[in-house]
């Protein structure tokens, strides 16, 4: 039942690592309400183990370890805290050294929803993050199929790749059933989701989970597919829910979605959806989605253009605009050199297809157009 459910390990794998860093390893036990209880010792050297009553045996299990003399750091205070905090914070049971407890952050991804709040999960934020400032956004994500998932996740409110830092390393930790099996799991989400900070726990992974292993290879790379999409498609929902809001995102970590569309081909199309550019029908300040330029387009016109350009004064000046210009028809505004790659790698949009005018044949221009000469590009100015 649910007992089961909450235990660690199943075969002492964790009893066994004693092994490791200990000569002789002895177990005291006692059952309540007998009044004897007993000593396993085992000696490594030669293998021999032995069991003895023991008097002054508390109720419960207490194991003793003899250090090996180059494992003896694990006698120092300092080092078994740092041990227990870095692989055991989240265990459901309190863990003391010296009396003191030293897990005492919660598994937030494992509680109801509903019950958390925004503080702890700021509080979870900044433990993960070693941040000050608040997230952004927060996604608790469950799923039982095609494999057992429970998980937080955190955009952080600034991006630490902003003027010229450098580049920021996978802060996404794997765990299963609460115990670390993955700091920073290079594996988990594709690099350039890499300014997300969270925890995904698995009780389909093995504590024991391996690279090299085609087996653990194939449940990796599919934990790592159903947690993409679903990033993806939350960031979508924050884009459409508070757009403002978005914009403050796209500010930070819109470099990051442009890696995604010229990096990520299965979910190109989705991430192309978080793009946001300047156009000529809409101010100089003013990003807007694809789909917003498309929602403008003539009932006729079935492409997307675009121009790669330095800023929109140079843009609105070029030659190639001219006749776009004529026939009143918006172009997309692309001012950094990489644009060319992530629109190159997008080429479709919907059932669009995207094209630069450097190379698209000039639209037609209709006769009664000729009055409206310039309108388009002087409207979107106005707006500034």
């Known amino acids: 039942g649910d007992a089961a459910k909450n235990i660690i390990g199943k075969f002492g794998v964790g009893f066994y690592s004693s092994f490791m860093v200990a000569e002789e390893v002895k177990v005291f036990s006692r059952k309540r309400g007998e009044d004897k209880g007993h000593c396993w010792t085992m000696n490594k050297s030669d293998g ?17 370890l003899r250090l090996r003399e180059d494992c003896a750091d694990f006698c120092d205070i300092k080092r078994v805290r740092e041990v227990v905090t870095r692989f055991s914070t989240f265990v459901s049971f309190p863990l003391l050294v010296n009396k ?21 999960h700021s509080g979870l934020f900044k433990h993960l993050a070693s941040a000050w400032d608040e997230p952004m956004y927060t996604l608790m994500y469950r799923a039982d199929a095609p494999i057992d998932i429970k998980s937080v996740f955190y955009v952080p409110s600034r991006s630490e790749e902003q003027f ?9 930790h794997l765990h299963s059933r609460r115990v670390l099996i993955q700091k920073n799991a290079k594996d988990l989400l594709p690099e350039y989701l890499r300014f997300v900070k969270g925890v995904v726990d698995s009780e389909d992974l093995p504590l024991s989970i391996s690279r090299e292993t085609m087996q653990d290879k194939a449940l990796m790379a599919k934990l790592k597919s159903v947690l993409t999409k679903r990033i993806i498609r939350w960031l979508n929902d924050e884009a459409k829910n508070d757009p403002e809001k978005y914009k403050s995102f796209y500010d ?21 959806t978080l793009l946001r550019y300047n156009t000529t029908a ?11 330029y498309v929602d403008r387009m003539k009932p006729d016109q079935d492409t997307i253009y675009y121009l790669i350009c330095a800023d929109r004064k140079s843009g609105l000046a070029s030659p190639y605009y001219e006749a776009f210009k004529r026939a009143g028809v918006e172009v997309v505004l692309c001012y950094a050199l990489h644009d060319e790659i992530v629109m190159g790698n997008t080429q479709q949009f919907g059932d669009k297809k995207l094209e630069s005018i450097e190379v698209a044949e000039p639209p037609a221009v209709e006769e009664e157009d000729g009055k409206e000469e310039g309108k388009e590009g002087e409207e979107g100015d106005k707006k500034e």
């Open 48 to 64: 021999s183990y032995s069991i003895a009553a023991a008097e002054g045996v508390q109720p419960g299990t207490k194991i003793v």
């Open 100 to 120: 003191s407890q030293v897990n005492d952050v919660r598994a937030l991804w494992l509680e109801d929803p509903a019950k958390v709040s925004e503080e702890d």
């Open 164 to 172: 010229g830092q450098r580049q920021t390393e996978v802060n996404v």
């Open 252 to 272: 930070q970590f819109g470099l990051h979605i442009k890696e995604g569309v010229a990096m990520d081909q299965p979910n190109n199309k989705q991430l192309v």
């Open 282 to 292: 809409v101010g100089e300040r003013e990003e807007v989605s694809l789909q917003s």
